[in-house]
């Protein structure tokens, strides 16, 4: 395995904390999940197993091994201690203040094992006069632009179904960390590191923000659709949706000349993506014309014969199929 030898120990609650565990530990290294006597909160949330326990605590924490320490307690702390001295990392995702409260922050314990990887994922960050709010995955999607640009005019912001603050917090995390690993091998030292669902919220909407700084137009939703690409997004066939997306002029020559419309990209409004863009209503309308007339099954056929992306939209049943 990869990450043979290397040593995590993970105080994680919920989602984010517990990804970067369960990335390591299946990239082979020794995850050492420390609970706290009530447990991790995710282990009720959801429904529960034969042994009492959630289907997201087991996928967020397969592969580790775990221990139940109240590092309060002189004996729990010694032992909390001597997982310490033989770790690599230690990660945590406790709410602002509490690390420090239980001294088990960079400062103290990196003095304790100055190799030691320290990594702490906040919400609102670590410097700021958000830095001590707490936050859950839907406040900081909210919070940092996601819901703004989720959804639909007329329905109104909606949540992204999985929780890709917390997921993609802990992908930066567990990236920080190898960083941190390769630098520690060559100079023998350990860091600090520190991620938060707010810069991950930031980064999410690099593209959005980008157009913003260049035209300062607010970004609005777009459903399924694609506010710098069109036609892409999902149309009704005769017997349900399905998704389109074709990302460049090409495509769309494909496009149009399967649907039997070679004509289409000869007309000034088509020509270009941004021309198409700029009359995304009138191309949307031709393209809905002619896939509402057969079934899904039809242009999935057909477009795949020419390349150009189409597909069903799947719940998870059928995904897992």
């Known amino acids: 395995m990869l990450l043979e030898g290397i040593k995590i120990v993970e105080m994680g609650q919920a989602i984010a904390g517990p990804f970067v565990g369960t990335v390591f530990a299946d990239l082979g290294a020794q995850v050492i999940k420390v609970e706290p006597p009530a447990g991790d909160s995710a282990r009720t949330w959801g429904p529960l197993d034969t042994n009492g326990d959630t289907g997201i605590f087991h996928y967020m924490n397969r592969n580790k091994t775990s221990v139940t320490l109240d590092v309060r307690q002189p004996e729990d702390r010694a032992l909390f201690d001597e997982l310490i ?4 990392v230690f990660v945590h995702n406790l709410r602002p203040g509490v690390a420090g409260k239980l001294c088990i922050d960079a400062e103290t314990l990196r003095k304790q094992n100055p190799r030691l990887i320290h990594g702490d994922i906040a919400a609102f960050g670590h410097v700021g006069p958000l830095k001590d709010r707490s936050g859950y995955e839907l406040a900081l999607q909210a919070y940092g632009g996601i819901l703004s640009i989720t959804g639909t005019p007329e329905a109104g912001p909606m949540r992204a179904g999985p929780s890709i603050m917390d997921l993609g917090t802990g992908m930066w995390m567990t990236i920080a960390v190898l960083a941190a690993l390769m630098r520690r091998g060559a100079n023998g030292e350990g860091c600090t590191l520190q991620a938060s ?5 930031v980064s999410w909407m690099a593209v959005h923000l980008s157009n913003y700084v260049i035209d300062g137009e607010i970004p609005v939703p777009f459903g399924a659709g694609h506010q710098l690409v069109a ?3 999902a149309y009704q066939a005769s017997d349900g949706p399905i998704i389109i997306a074709t990302g460049n002029d090409s495509l769309f020559v494909k496009l149009a000349t399967a649907l039997g419309h070679p004509e289409w990209p000869k007309d000034q409004r088509f020509r270009s993506n941004t021309d198409r863009t700029e009359n995304r ?10 896939i509402i007339t057969r079934e899904a099954a039809h242009w999935i056929e057909l477009f795949a014969d020419v390349q150009v992306p189409c597909v069903p939209i799947q719940n998870i049943a059928e995904m897992m199929d």
């Open 231 to 233: 036609p892409y997004g």
């Open 85 to 88: 001295d033989e770790a690599d």
């Open 281 to 290: 209503a009138a191309i949307d309308a031709l393209v809905s014309e002619t």
């Open 197 to 201: 669902l707010l810069e991950t919220a």
